[in-house]
């Protein structure tokens, strides 16, 4: 089975955000959801590819599926990002403050989690 070309799939993804980014400020929001289900369909594929290259600890704290996970891509570095809630945390202490993580993929299928991740504007 040939190698997925994650390359192409980020280029992908990166060039349907950057149509979204323009519908919206159209408001057109029938296109963004097409759009967006183009999107979805490469954030799966990727995921599934972060899947098969992580190492066992990682494996332990990644959802089965993209789900819910905020998803990011630097174009500078071809870096794909899977953001989430920490799951060291206890959601249920409400003293806790909640931390954000990121698994970073990046085309040669390096894996790397950033802790105390920050989403910047």
Excluded: C
């Excluded at 993209?66 to 003293?95: A, C, R, T």
């Amino acid at each position: 089975m040939a190698e997925v070309d994650l390359n192409k799939l980020f280029l992908e993804w990166h060039e349907l955000n950057k149509k979204t980014e323009k519908y919206f400020g159209e408001f057109n929001f029938s296109k963004i959801k097409e759009l967006r289900k183009g999107q979805n369909k490469l954030e799966d594929k990727i995921y599934s590819e972060v899947k098969k290259s992580a190492s066992e600890p990682i494996k332990k704290i990644l959802p089965d599926e993209v789900g819910e996970l905020e998803v990011g891509y630097e174009v500078n570095g071809s870096i794909f990002y899977f953001v989430m809630i920490d799951p060291s945390i206890d959601l249920d202490d409400d003293d806790e403050e909640i931390r954000l993580i990121a698994i970073a993929f990046d085309e040669n299928r390096k894996i790397e989690i950033i802790n105390d991740f920050k989403i910047e504007d």
